[in-house]
Structure formats: C-alpha cells, structure tokens
C-alpha cells in the first residue's frame, strides 16, 4: 500500500519570507501523481499544485514551487514571499492516477504558521 | 457551478441512531468519493465510484458504514448504528474521468458528533 509522510506537524515562518514543506512517499508504481492541498480553518479543501511523476519538470502555480525527487520520493512545496492568507493546514496526497479514477492518499499535514 | 454539496453541514446524534450524510457531485463530474478526516488518523478514503459503481471500498471502517449511489447526482453515506469513534468531519469529493479536469474537488464538509 502507498503511504505519504510529511514529517513537520508544524511549521512557522515570517511574512515575505520563504518556506519548504516535507513530504516523502512510498510506492511501487513507475507512474502515479502527486498532490498539495490546502486546509484553512474553514477546512475546505483546496488544490495548490499537482505534478505528473513521468514529467521532469517541477511544477510552479505563482508563489507555489515543489521540488520533485523521484528516485527519493520525495516532493516537497516552496512558497514564496509568504502571505498571511497561506496559514493553513497542508496535505500532501498521492494517487496512481490523475484524482478523476482513485482515490487519494493523504499525509498527517504540516500546520503552516506565518508570522506577521 | 455550484461545487460540491454536502448535507448536513453539521450532524450531532446520539451512539446506536442512524446517521445518513449526503452529497450531490459537480453536474458532469463520474468519480466520487467520500473521505473522513480525525485528528489521530488524519483524512482517509473510504469509498469511491467510477460512473456509479462502487470500486473500491476497502477504506469503509467496518459493515455499519455503507455507501450508494444511485445516480450520477447524488450518493449517501449512511452509518448504522452511529458510536462516538465515528465522530468526524466527512468529505465528499467528485472529478472527472474525462481527463480535461481531473482535479478532485471538494465539499465543504460535515462535521459529524456522536454522543
């Protein structure tokens, strides 16, 4: 079975300034893709990014940045010139295919604290 | 477009009552799915279909969970009887299989209290 870890159960960071979230996972699969989801205290779900684990390319949504390391399974978000309104809750997900034909698997999340 | 609807938004019942939420799809969106978030086990898929059919639901927690669908516009998950370990926010989620959007997309959620 697939598993998704995201390791900071808690992260804090300064307005303006840039942080890196963790996640890592666990598959056999070659082709599959990767998700970060947002959870503000609303908590509606809202998709940040996505990549495809065939594309070489890291995926970029504005401030939103991941670093995709296939071979560590390793996916991790950068946001950029953080802003009071990315305080949230952050899952990482996996799906073997493209979220219309599976489910998702979610880690524990990453409590996104940003100091004003 | 409307989003993903959920009913109730909130639900407090006593153990052993019945407990049936609900969710209508995207209109044009063939996949859904249903997942429960806690705090010690995070969200969790428990079931989804594929164009109406069930197609997998290993991830229903034990046989007083059920979940239908019996058209493309409305699914029910239903618990029976209700305990207190079920408390939970439950989300349901629909996509589309076409490919032109396959982003999951979210209800807002209900926040489910047994007492």
């Known amino acids: 079975a697939q598993t998704v870890t995201q390791s900071q159960p808690e992260m804090s960071v300064q307005e303006a300034e840039t942080v890196t979230l963790s996640c890592t996972y666990d598959?056999?699969?070659?082709?599959?893709?990767l998700f970060w989801y947002k959870q503000p205290p609303s908590r509606q779900m809202i998709l940040v990014i996505r990549?495809?684990?065939?594309?070489?390319q890291n995926a970029t949504e504005n401030r939103f940045s991941v670093n995709f390391q296939k071979a560590a399974k390793s996916f991790s978000l950068k946001i950029s010139d953080s802003q009071l309104g990315d305080a949230a809750m952050y899952f990482c997900?996996?799906?073997?295919?493209?979220?219309?034909?599976?489910?998702?698997?979610f880690g524990k999340g990453t409590h996104l604290i940003i100091q004003p | 477009d409307a989003g993903v609807i959920q009913s109730p938004r909130h639900e407090v019942t006593e153990m052993g009552q019945e407990v049936t939420l609900r969710c209508k799809p995207i209109?044009?969106?063939?996949?859904l799915f249903w997942y429960r978030q806690t705090m010690m086990r995070g969200l969790e898929l428990l079931i989804y279909?594929?164009?109406?059919?069930?197609?997998?639901d290993s991830g229903m927690p034990e046989d007083r969970f059920s979940a239908k669908m019996p058209n493309a516009s409305f699914s029910t998950l239903k618990i029976q009887p209700s305990e207190p370990r079920d408390s939970a926010v439950y989300f349901c989620?629909?996509?589309?299989?076409?490919?032109?959007?396959?982003?999951?997309?979210f209800g807002p959620g209900t926040r489910l209290t047994v007492t």
């Open positions: 989620a629909s996509s589309s299989l076409a490919g032109i959007s396959y982003e999951q997309y």
């Open positions: 598959t056999s699969e070659s082709d599959y893709y």
């Open positions: 990549q495809e684990a065939y594309k070489q």
């Open positions: 997900a996996y799906a073997m295919s493209m979220g219309g034909a599976d489910g998702l698997t």
């Open positions: 209109s044009g969106h063939n996949s």
């Open positions: 279909f594929n164009n109406n059919v069930p197609i997998d």
